[in-house]
């Protein structure tokens, strides 16, 4: 494969979480912390790294024995950098379903690398928990991002791998393939 189409490949690719950890007992610290996505590569061998060529970290599980529900009612804005892109924004904010468009978490959009969420080739960044939601337009699948960075509300990271619209599981993995 040439290092065009790795590179390629790699700007398309998708998704993983810079988490850090929190300090002890910094409960607040937790839900101010930034979840970024930033762009990962495919080896040759099909390993997947993160754009400084160094495996994948552990990502956060859901609880042992939790169960997904639906979201309680929840609320967002497109600022005017998402106008071009509002129909994708909203089929990834409505796999969620129990949303409406208008007011809550403020959604922008960017066309390049997202500056300030922890990393040097973030495509999404969801602050706080729905306090701020940005999205780069770089990404093949504008709408896979905003429902995995919508997700983000509720949901850290399940596991290694491509995402997906199959489940929450799918959903909230670290990838977009």
């Known amino acids: 494969m040439s290092t065009l189409t790795r590179t390629l490949i790699g700007a398309l690719t998708g998704l993983t979480l810079l988490l850090s950890a929190a300090p002890a007992g910094a409960a607040e610290a937790d839900d101010a912390r930034p979840t970024?996505?930033?762009?990962?590569?495919?080896?040759?061998?099909?390993a997947l790294t993160g754009v400084?060529?160094?495996?994948?970290?552990?990502?956060?599980?859901?609880?042992?024995?939790?169960?997904?529900?639906?979201p309680?009612?929840?609320?967002?804005?497109?600022?005017?950098?998402?106008?071009n892109f509002a129909d994708a924004i909203r089929r990834g904010?409505?796999?969620?379903?129990?949303?409406?468009?208008?007011?809550?978490?403020?959604?922008?959009?960017?066309?390049g690398y997202i500056q300030g969420c922890?990393?040097?080739?973030?495509?999404?960044?969801?602050?706080?928990?729905?306090?701020?939601?940005?999205?780069s337009t770089r990404v093949r699948d504008l709408a896979l991002l905003a429902a995995h960075e919508f997700g983000?509300?509720?949901?850290?990271h399940t596991g290694q791998g491509c995402n997906s619209w199959q489940n929450i599981n799918t959903m909230m993995r670290t990838l977009t393939c």
């Open 93 to 111: 904010a409505n796999w969620w379903g129990s949303a409406s468009e208008g007011r809550g978490t403020p959604v922008t959009c960017v066309g």
């Open 118 to 135: 922890g990393g040097d080739r973030v495509v999404g960044c969801n602050w706080g928990a729905g306090q701020r939601i940005s999205i």
């Open 72 to 83: 309680p009612p929840w609320s967002y804005y497109l600022t005017p950098s998402c106008n």
């Open 52 to 70: 400084n060529g160094d495996p994948l970290g552990e990502v956060e599980k859901p609880a042992p024995g939790t169960t997904a529900v639906a």
């Open 152 to 156: 983000h509300n509720w949901h850290g």
């Open 36 to 46: 970024a996505a930033i762009v990962a590569v495919g080896t040759p061998d099909g």
